[in-house]
């Protein structure tokens, strides 16, 4: 299957309030022209390096979205374009970024990440994190942040109760911070494998990589 059928295959199947991500990670820039040209706009990857690198030669409409695990001292490179950072996952991690956000003259949309897999490998906060982090009197502060909601990743399983049960547990979070977080109306979960449970659950944007671009090589 091409690029272009397999996202028009994808795009047929959600819901008009889900948002799709299309997760190009590892894949050629003429991957992502491909699904440029078929209309996505919106493109998710996992290293700040490959991203900027990409930001740099394709069309500037794009929206890149920061999927993976951040490091602090990489934020500036990212901080002048970047659309949305889903993986913050500590409060050093927000301020830093609304630290290199104020440089640029610019606000950043971010998600807070929760630890919602059995797996301990996966990065994500716990529930008194979170109250910590929004309770606290320095988040009021930052001015060139703003939470738009949460994210994130289920357990690697094809366990179909268990998939349920992590993403119940992350829309119950989620609903849990709209008084304190009035701006937060985005829910990311849902990735190629379990995508349409995610849905299910209360998802409004699925990061989807390998049903779009076809899997991966790590080499
Ligand atoms: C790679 C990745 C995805 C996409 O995974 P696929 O299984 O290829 O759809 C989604 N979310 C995150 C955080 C990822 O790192």
Request: net charge negative; proline share 2%; with cysteine.
């Amino acid at each position: 299957m091409s690029i272009v059928s397999n996202l028009e295959n994808i795009k047929k199947s959600l819901p008009e309030h889900v948002t799709l991500v299309a997760v190009s990670k590892t894949k050629p820039i003429t991957d992502l022209v491909e699904a440029y040209k078929a209309g996505q706009r919106v493109f998710g990857e996992n290293k700040i390096q490959e991203m900027t690198q990409k930001w740099e030669v394709l069309p500037k409409d794009i929206e890149w979205h920061m999927i993976g695990h951040v490091q602090r001292n990489k934020v500036k490179y990212m901080a002048p374009y970047v659309s949305l950072v889903h993986g913050v996952d500590s409060f050093r991690l927000l301020k830093e970024i609304d630290k290199q956000a104020q440089k640029n003259l610019r606000t950043i949309n971010c998600l807070l990440q929760m630890h919602i897999a059995e797996e301990d490998t996966k990065f994500g906060l716990d529930s008194n994190e979170l109250s910590d982090i929004l309770g606290s009197e320095e988040f009021l502060q930052l001015e060139h942040v703003k939470v738009v909601g949460l994210m994130g990743m289920a357990t690697f399983t094809e366990d179909e109760e268990q998939l349920r049960r992590e993403f119940k547990q992350l829309k119950s979070y989620f609903d849990s911070v709209q008084n304190k977080l009035p701006d937060a109306k985005i829910l990311s979960m849902g990735m190629s494998g379990d995508y349409k449970i995610a849905i299910e659950e209360g998802s409004t944007m699925v990061r989807i990589g390998s049903s779009i671009f076809g899997a991966r090589n790590y080499n």
